[in-house]
């Protein structure tokens, strides 16, 4: 990606798992009043998605936390005897990367077009079951860099297949939307607004889970040519207080793993100033600059900030956070199976 020996970005090729890992509380840490409040945590690597939700619904004793819960699935943790489902709004997104590399999708007209293409409401609704919020951008309005004068694109069929037509959109030409594993569904949602709005036709690829590393590789490398229009992808943050240092970087920046179009020298200019950056306002003024340049430029198409799901044992007191998942706080009541005394 860069001439520079130094230059490299990080890409997950194997995560290797023992069935159990076990953590026993530092009794003696310095920060007592944070916790440790249980003696042992114990994360189950040897379970499946599914069986572990059928383990924390139905059952006690084998499970107590779920992470990462579906949508789909979150009426039935909802229903459940034995758990309840635990809500929090997490520093991720929901985002569409644009192929600026190839025409006509180098004319910000059509990107317009294609955000403007976009029902957010169906697609939280339908696609996410309600648990996500709109954005305008990539930073969601719970983040310390949130611009509140910053608002989504509206869905406008008309004007955005307008400005389709001005922009010179081969009539003949196929919409390619291709879906990370699992966002599939989302993807033909995502697919028949375009369709419907612009008129035009829309094919969905998703990625087989064997083919990602691949896809990754090529993608994150750079060497071939990006064989989509919209990739659509479950993006994440590492910190709450500064996103375009991980969210925009990621997607935008000369070395952004995610980066799919030329580097964009305005963009070089605000992220260098933001490297730079120590004093924590300034910091958020450039990420509102930052995020507002992202959207008037359309840079992708901006969806949502899906909220992150846990499905947890009603006598479980479980704090979420917004960037990672932690216990340090949670504790379990008198009624915990692991306290009864009969």
Not at 19 to 38: F, I, K, M, Q, S
Request: hydrophobic share 45%; charged share 25%; with cysteine.
């Amino acid at each position: 990606m860069s001439a520079d020996p130094f230059a490299a970005i990080w890409l997950d090729t194997r995560q290797d798992r023992t069935p159990r890992v076990v953590l026993e509380a530092n009794t003696d840490h310095w920060n007592r009043e944070r916790g440790p409040r249980l003696e042992k945590v114990i994360f189950r690597n040897d379970l499946t998605p599914q069986e572990a939700l059928q383990l924390v619904c139905d059952t006690e004793g084998e499970v107590d936390i779920v992470t990462e819960v579906s949508p789909a699935d979150a009426d039935r943790v909802k229903n459940s005897e034995y758990a309840r489902l635990v809500t929090t709004d997490a520093m991720r997104v929901l985002v569409g990367i644009i192929n600026r590399d190839v025409a006509p999708f180098d004319d910000v007209r059509v990107r317009k077009a294609l955000n403007m293409a976009v029902d957010r409401e169906r697609l939280i609704r339908d696609g996410l079951k309600g648990y996500a919020y709109l954005t305008a951008g990539l930073t969601p309005h719970y983040s310390a860099g949130y611009d509140p004068d910053l608002r989504s694109y509206p869905h406008a069929p008309e004007q955005a297949r307008r400005l389709l037509t001005e922009a010179g959109y081969p009539e003949a030409r196929p919409l390619v939307v291709a879906a990370l594993p699992g966002l599939g569904g989302l993807a033909s949602l995502l697919a028949d607004d375009f369709r419907s709005a612009l008129g035009v036709q829309a094919v969905v690829v998703e990625i087989p889970e064997s083919d990602l590393l691949a896809a990754q590789h090529a993608f994150v490398q750079k060497v071939l040519p990006a064989p989509f229009d919209v990739l659509l992808i479950a993006w994440f943050d590492l910190t709450s207080d500064a996103p375009a240092a991980f969210m925009h970087s990621w997607l935008y920046h000369s070395l952004g793993a995610f980066r799919a179009g030329p580097p964009i020298e305005k963009f070089e200019q605000l992220l260098a100033r933001y490297a730079q950056q120590t004093d924590a306002a300034e910091l958020n003024r450039l990420d509102h600059e930052i995020d507002r340049f992202a959207h008037e430029e359309a840079l992708s198409v901006f969806l949502c900030a899906p909220q992150a799901l846990y499905a947890v044992n009603r006598h479980v007191n479980f704090v979420g956070h917004a960037t990672t998942f932690e216990v340090a706080e949670t504790e379990v009541d008198e009624g915990h199976w692991s306290r009864r005394t009969v």
